[in-house]
């Protein structure tokens, strides 16, 4: 029994300070950024546009798709019109807190984790074993901010963009789900979601996202730095990368969740 909760405890030591090393390097990043920019803007633009691109433009289908299948389930799996629990407002009460407070935040990120972790982790870990970080550092150039501000920047920029796709896509099939399933006319639930949605709950979503736009890409650049020269280390690394994403995002957005609404 000690020696489970010695191994328990151990492991839970380890990844507390891998996460501390994380956040170790939020502040500077974002120094870096402003340098950047000041600095270099047209290359800095040039790369930013092309993360922006990869990871933001070429996931809109697929967050569309995913918010009108959730839109879709979350009015097909509870008949409203015949069990309301006593709540007025039903629709818009389902899409400001369940949607929009958790749903949309957490399913956008982990979009962006399958699409943007795994491309920035591999290629990171790649340059790791060609010797490329080493040539990096012997140049006086720092990799974290080489390879990582604009990263940041674009996770800052594309989570929450996305999210405004998951939420339209949510919206727009949750409201024709409820006409054709439940009679609901459109003006009534448009109605719903106008009164039941304040300010709180808007910045609660996008203060969310921002949060988990740097956690995603400082998680995925941290692992690729930290591999080891070894061929192994790709994959590896690359899992635990995910891993602790999505740890990390389920377990931050159900906090932050909990803390608006106790």
Known sequence: MNKLMHFIGKNIVALTNKNLEILKIIPYSFYSIIRDIRIKRKSFSRTLSREIFYSGVS?????????????????????FDKINFGITNIYGSLYSIIILQYFAPVMTSLIVIIRSTIYITVQITQMKIGGEIDTIKVLGIDPIQYLGSVRVLAGVIVVPILTIYFLFGSFFSGMLSANILYNVPFLEYILQIKDTIDSKGVVTCFLKTIISGIIIFKVAIYYGLSAEKDRTMIISKTIRAITVSIVLILAFNFIATFIVYL
């Open 59 to 79: 996931s809109v289908p697929m967050v569309m798709s995913l918010g009108l299948f959730i839109g879709f389930i979350t009015v097909f799996l509870f008949p």
